[in-house]
């Protein structure tokens, strides 16, 4: 991958908790469609099962954090050491002013911060509006693809039959479209030269497959009729 052409989209960390969000519940889904069903436990009505989404959602999250404490995710934020609001009370830190510029925040500031209400904070320093890049995300977390599985009942392979193969030879080998039908006594020709387990294409087999792979319209044959001058009115 060239420079020129490398991703250089960045997420916010809501952007990205919600890629790896959908990722992680997708992935756990399918896993537990194909585990074996367990025994429902009783609930009382004002205790009811929790719905497995959110344990899941909170594990991405977990994991989103985990990448960037251990530098396997490089994010970015504008840094600040100002308390011009003092220690902060409630939802606020207290931290103001700021960088305008993003600077790469380091796996032992993740570790040494709380990350909270969109801000990394730590005692003496925040970082707000965190980015990171879409594809190192995107690399982590690959989008979930679920595993096509074939219908119950049926094959992973679909049922053909020796007949089936000569006939589609026949249309590959003579390119029999729908404009362009052939004719029917070279098809015919051609099927009494092949085999079918060894053994020779009957005359009457060979008529049968060679009226089979050409369309209904085709069997009736002849030239269309070309109307023209009544000769009974011509002198």
């Given at each position: 991958?060239?420079?020129?052409?490398?991703?250089?989209?960045?997420?916010?960390?809501?952007?990205?908790?919600?890629?790896?969000?959908?990722?992680?519940?997708?992935?756990?889904?399918?896993?537990?469609?194909?585990?074996?069903?367990?025994?429902?436990?009783?609930?009382?009505?004002?205790?009811?099962?929790?719905?497995?989404?959110?344990?899941?959602?909170?594990?991405?999250?977990?994991?989103?954090?985990?990448?960037?404490?251990?530098?396997?995710?490089?994010?970015?934020?504008r840094?600040?050491?100002?308390?011009?609001?003092?220690w902060?009370?409630?939802?606020?830190?207290?931290?103001?002013?700021?960088?305008?510029?993003?600077?790469?925040?380091?796996?032992?500031?993740?570790?040494?911060?709380r990350?909270?209400?969109?801000?990394?904070?730590a005692?003496?320093?925040?970082f707000?509006?965190?980015?990171?890049?879409?594809?190192?995300?995107?690399?982590?977390?690959?989008?979930?693809?679920?595993?096509?599985?074939?219908?119950?009942?049926?094959?992973?392979?679909?049922?053909?039959?020796p007949?089936?193969?000569?006939?589609?030879?026949?249309?590959?080998?003579?390119?029999?479209?729908?404009?362009?039908?052939?004719?029917?006594?070279?098809?015919?020709?051609?099927?009494?030269e092949q085999?079918?387990?060894?053994e020779?294409v009957?005359?009457?087999?060979?008529?049968?497959?060679a009226?089979?792979?050409?369309?209904?319209?085709?069997?009736?044959?002849?030239?269309?009729?070309?109307?023209?001058?009544?000769?009974?009115?011509?002198?």
């Open positions: 991958m060239s420079l020129q052409s490398l991703d250089r989209t960045q997420w916010s960390f809501a952007e990205a908790l919600a890629h790896v969000q959908n990722v992680t519940v997708a992935r756990r889904a399918a896993e537990a469609a194909k585990a074996p069903p367990k025994p429902v436990p009783a609930h009382n009505h004002w205790n009811p099962p929790q719905d497995p989404t959110i344990a899941w959602k909170g594990e991405a999250e977990n994991e989103l954090l985990v990448a960037l404490r251990d530098g396997d995710l490089i994010a970015q934020g840094y600040t050491e100002e308390r011009p609001n003092g902060g009370y409630g939802s606020s830190s207290g931290f103001g002013l700021h960088s305008g510029y993003h600077t790469s925040i380091r796996p032992e500031q993740w570790r040494e911060g990350y909270f209400s969109d801000r990394l904070t005692r003496d320093w925040e707000i509006d965190i980015r990171m890049p879409r594809f190192l995300v995107k690399a982590i977390w690959l989008d979930f693809v679920p595993e096509v599985r074939p219908a119950a009942g049926m094959d992973a392979v679909p049922y053909t039959t007949y089936l193969d000569l006939m589609q030879a026949a249309i590959a080998r003579f390119g029999i479209t729908a404009e362009d039908q052939g004719k029917k006594d070279c098809l015919v020709d051609w099927f009494l085999q079918i387990e060894g020779p009957s005359n009457k087999l060979a008529d049968a497959m009226t089979l792979i050409r369309l209904p319209s085709a069997q009736r044959g002849g030239a269309k009729r070309v109307l023209g001058p009544d000769p009974r009115q011509t002198g």
